[in-house]
């Protein structure tokens, strides 16, 4: 896969990081270039290696436009793993710990119990903390004591209805931070009329591949195509343009076959929505709104008009594009290192949603939803973040 990357440099005049930086280790082709030297034994990991491997949004621009159709995404996530061998980190390890067994649902237990006795006041006064403290406070504001799937009827049966079984798969997000989300997207899947299923989950894998601890993302992948396989669901439907990504890919390359008849029936619910949402189940909305387009839906998945058709549905409804299709810069863990780019690419976007002149903008994933939100009150401004069911949810009859 190496060996396809012709060094054109076409990956420069897409890289959102490269164009910051214009530095070649901020892009792809450099990475990879560096990676054949790993893997050919002149070079060895470090941890300047690790830091320049590191610095990648994994917003996956580059393998979607790459004309010799290079997946430097997933070499990148490779030459991590190889890297993060010989020299392991802090946060890989409390990714891992966090992401095994039950400890999931404990570290959030422990974060609302930290959060309710004010216990985590003090953090926003320690040097390193500081610029973290927006974020930190953001999330545990919103998270709540047990998960979603704790409320949701494991099968939810319509009666008098032919239609078919649908999976939900909920996100670590949508499950203990953004409940509303995930009310939202059970709410128009049984206003639809479709049985609804909703299995014990855990992670999709998606921290743990793009760390690169591969044995930790199979582990976690197995688990949740072999739970809702014996559900017999005929489609599998997540509201999260990160575990969407995750589901699409990640089965297939662990499980070969059996992951493919998996993926085959994963679909982002704005592609449940493009298929099965009649207009006549929707009031009108008399405004202007913008839609933001998650990395990992546009890039991941190629899901890039199916979220404004559902828009579009809408009556009275007007859809102002965005200048760009930039990156919010929050790309999960890659804040923890790499704060003031994470803040650079956010205040970009925020500028660009205030520029279109809407009140409102509508995104699919949870990550980005909350740094669109935090960007866009650090510079005073009242539009409004939601996220794509919330807002469908609403106009629904």
Request: charged share 20%; hydrophobic share 35%; proline share 5%.
């Amino acid at each position: 896969m190496l060996d396809l990357c012709s060094r054109c440099g076409n990956c420069q005049q897409i890289c959102p990081l490269y164009a910051e930086e214009k530095q070649e280790t901020a892009v792809a082709r450099g990475k990879l270039h560096l990676i054949s030297l790993l893997i050919g034994g002149e070079i060895n990991p470090s941890s300047r290696l690790q830091q320049i491997l590191d610095f990648c949004l994994l917003c996956g621009r580059c393998s979607s436009l790459c004309q010799n159709g290079v997946p430097s995404d997933i070499l990148i996530v490779l030459g991590r793993a190889l890297v993060n061998q010989s020299i392991p980190k802090f946060k890989h390890k409390l990714i891992r710990y966090m992401l095994r067994k039950e400890r999931m649902k404990y570290s959030f237990h422990g974060l609302y119990f930290t959060r309710k006795m004010r216990l985590d006041k003090p953090l926003q006064w320690v040097g390193k903390m500081k610029p973290y403290w927006p974020y930190y406070k953001s999330i545990t504001s919103n998270l709540k004591k047990r998960p979603l799937t704790e409320f949701l009827p494991k099968v939810t049966e319509i009666s008098q209805s032919k239609k078919q079984k649908v999976g939900y798969f909920i996100g670590c997000m949508n499950n203990f931070i953004n409940q509303s989300v995930g009310w939202s997207t059970y709410s128009i899947i049984t206003k639809l009329g479709f049985e609804v299923v909703v299995p014990d989950q855990k992670c999709c894998g998606m921290p743990a591949w793009t760390n690169g601890d591969l044995k930790l993302a199979e582990e976690l992948v197995q688990l949740y195509v072999s739970t809702f396989n014996n559900s017999s669901v005929d489609f599998i439907v997540t509201d999260c343009a990160s575990c969407g990504h995750s589901l699409k890919h990640l089965p297939e390359f662990f499980l070969k076959e059996e992951g493919r008849q998996f993926q085959a029936k994963v679909m982002d619910i704005s592609e449940f929505l493009c298929n099965y949402l009649d207009p006549s189940f929707l009031r009108s909305y008399e405004g202007a709104i913008s839609y933001h387009d998650p990395c990992h839906l546009r890039y991941g998945q190629k899901v890039i008009d199916q979220p404004r058709n559902v828009l579009r549905l809408i009556p009275d409804l007007e859809l102002r594009e965005l200048n760009d299709p930039g990156c919010c810069g929050f790309a999960g863990t890659f804040i923890t290192s790499h704060m003031e780019t994470t803040q650079t690419f956010g205040m970009q976007r925020a500028k660009a949603i205030i520029d279109s002149g809407v009140v409102k903008v509508i995104t699919s994933c949870p990550a980005c939803q909350l740094q669109l939100d935090k960007n866009l009150k650090d510079q005073e401004n009242s539009v409004e973040v939601l996220n794509l069911v919330e807002f469908v949810d609403h106009l629904m009859k």
